[in-house]
């Protein structure tokens, strides 16, 4: 959950307990597996963006990612995430100029939560540890992505993040940089180079043009 405004609630445990009421700042994230529950006490008024990604969407971005080790999302609570604030209110402009939300989008911006989500809230797992509390075993709060497929080459990983690249210059109105960091880029002159050995064009260039 992405929160627009500043808001005060408390978290209900499966078992019916509450947690102690915390403050949840513009800005800031909500992560939690909702097999263990996501209901809240509100203490205020709630503006926010709920995002619900199924296991098997995160496992498949999972699969395109470079890292070859497990994966898990950590849970987080109240952390600040420009990004995803950035990628909420680009959605939310989109939404008021349209009467519906075209599926397509939703399954841009969901692949996009996804992979950012992967890149900056997930911790490697090892393999069989005993228990080590980042294996997930431990963690109820954890998403666990079980990875296969070996490292993809080089070229490849390039190619499949312009694919993805495409999709957020098509969909959204995020500055090139957001889409570059969203898609794994390490800047954005980085990006507008592979994107250019790939297309022939600029990003910008790209999302110009009236057809594609």
């Not at 915390?22 to 963006?49: E, M, N, T």
């Not at 954005?188 to 009236?210: D, I, K, N």
């Amino acid at each position: 959950m992405l929160y627009l405004d500043d808001a005060e609630h408390a978290d209900i445990k499966v078992n019916g307990e509450r947690s102690a009421v915390r403050r949840y700042v513009r800005g800031s994230i909500c992560l939690v597996d909702l097999r263990q529950g996501a209901s809240i006490a509100l203490h205020s008024d709630l503006s926010a963006l709920a995002f619900v990604l199924p296991k098997t969407l995160i496992a498949e971005v999972a699969a395109l990612s470079p890292t070859v080790k497990p994966q898990r999302l950590v849970c987080r609570r109240g952390e600040v995430d420009s990004i995803l604030c950035s990628l909420g209110l680009a959605l939310l402009a989109l939404f008021e100029r349209m009467d519906s939300s075209p599926p397509e989008l939703l399954q841009h911006v969901a692949v996009a939560v996804c992979a950012h989500l992967l890149h900056h809230h997930s911790a490697e797992m090892e393999g069989d540890d005993g228990g080590n509390p980042f294996d997930g075993s431990n963690d109820p709060t954890a998403f666990h992505i079980r990875q296969e497929a070996t490292r993809a080459p080089h070229q490849l990983q390039m190619r499949r993040r312009v694919v993805q690249a495409k999709q957020l210059l098509r969909a959204s109105s995020l500055p090139l940089g957001s889409i570059a960091f969203l898609c794994g880029f390490s800047s954005l002159s980085h990006f507008t180079t592979v994107f250019l050995g790939e297309t022939g064009t600029t990003p910008q260039a790209w999302r110009s043009a009236p057809l594609h």
